[in-house]
Structure formats: C-alpha cells, structure tokens
C-alpha cells in the first residue's frame, strides 16, 4: 500500500494533510447525570494514581472534578439530579393573572362601547334628536 492511500483522500503530494471542508453537527452541550458524577468522583477517589487514565478513559477535564467536588461539599449534587424548568405558579400569580386578562378584555369592550355612543351622539346631532342626559349615577333626567 502507498503512502498516499494511507492518509486518505484529503493528503496532498508533499504527505501533509488538509483539514476536512465538510462542517459537521452543531457540538451539543454534554450533561452529566448526579449519579455518573458520584460513581466518576468515587472512582477517582479510591485510586489517585489513576486520575488523567480515568479523565482520558471518560472524555473529562480536572475542572469538572473540581466543580463536582465542590457540588458534593455544598450538598447539591443530589439536587443536579432534578429536572430542570419553570417552577408551577403559586395560587395567588394564577388568580392575579386571570384577573388581568378579565380586566383587559373588558377594556377592550369598553373602548368599543365608547365609539359607537360617540357615533351615535353624532348621528344624532345631525339629525337633530335630542338623546336623553344621563345623570352621573346612570339614570336618565
């Protein structure tokens, strides 16, 4: 077998290879689950000697030791284990919520009701109709 088929197809004459134009997936963003990082700590724990073979061995950086060390201490690695999300709306955000939307939708009728008595008070000023006055607790005079 020749040098060349040996590189593979993206070498060049002079044996260095090319980087590969092809883009591929969007890196994702790995998440550890709370027990792979106990079984990883503990496994690093119970031989020192080891620590670089077993980061290899996973993929892993020493600063995600670190941070998960300092998660056990605190006492929140139990807690990383939780699904992450909104947290539910207590009883007094979900009636003030319904609230508001009561109160804007009846703004918007309001607002309706106002152009068509102003339209109406027009028609009759044209026409000449006098329209009865009300009075400021709602009745007519």
Known sequence: MDVQSQQGPASKANGRSEPDPEVGEKAKRRRFSAAYKARILEEVDRSPGQTGAILR??????????????????GTLEALGKKRGPKGKSEEQRELEKLRKENARLQRELDKAQVLIGAQKKLAEILGVDLPKMTKNGEDE
């Open 57 to 74: 061995r996973e993929g892993l950086y020493s600063s995600h030791l670190t941070s998960w060390r300092r998660q056990r201490l605190a």
